[in-house]
């Protein structure tokens, strides 16, 4: 009897383990890179309404985004990890006029838009090529379908 009962124990500590182990897994985090989709690239100007960070897909970092508002309504842009310094940086704040080039997707209870190019004035700042693949990734280590 108390075999079986230090098996169910030992049972029992593995199973926590790897359920503590796992929680960026657990099917509430999204990668974004995943979503974005060459089909639904679209080009949106509008007005900065807010900048904010949200964590991330991986958990463990935040992502600039920001709410735009346009002709059509607002629309919460994803534009980058925070640790990630492109070639050309935009200084944004609410009120800046921007047209963003980006994939169209859906979340849950919203659309959003993956940005790859923000331009304000006569400057861009590329985040992604137009197939998706952010201008951070190195080598084949990025989110694909």
Known sequence: MSRINTLIGISAILALLMVGSTPAQSGTRIH???LYNPNTVEK????????EKTISGN??????TLTL??????????LKPE????????????????????SRVALPGMT???????KKGADTMILRDLSGRPAWAV????HTR
Do not use: M
């Open 83 to 102: 640790n990630f310094t492109p070639p050309t940086i935009l200084s944004l704040h609410p009120r800046d006029q921007l047209e963003i080039t980006g």
């Open 139 to 142: 080598g084949d280590d990025w």
């Open 112 to 118: 959003a838009l993956i940005a790859a190019r923000v």
């Open 32 to 34: 974004y890179s995943k």
């Open 69 to 78: 508002k346009t002709e059509k309504g607002r629309l919460w842009v994803i």
């Open 44 to 51: 949106v100007k509008g007005e900065v309404v807010s900048l």
């Open 59 to 64: 958990g463990r970092t935040y992502c600039q």
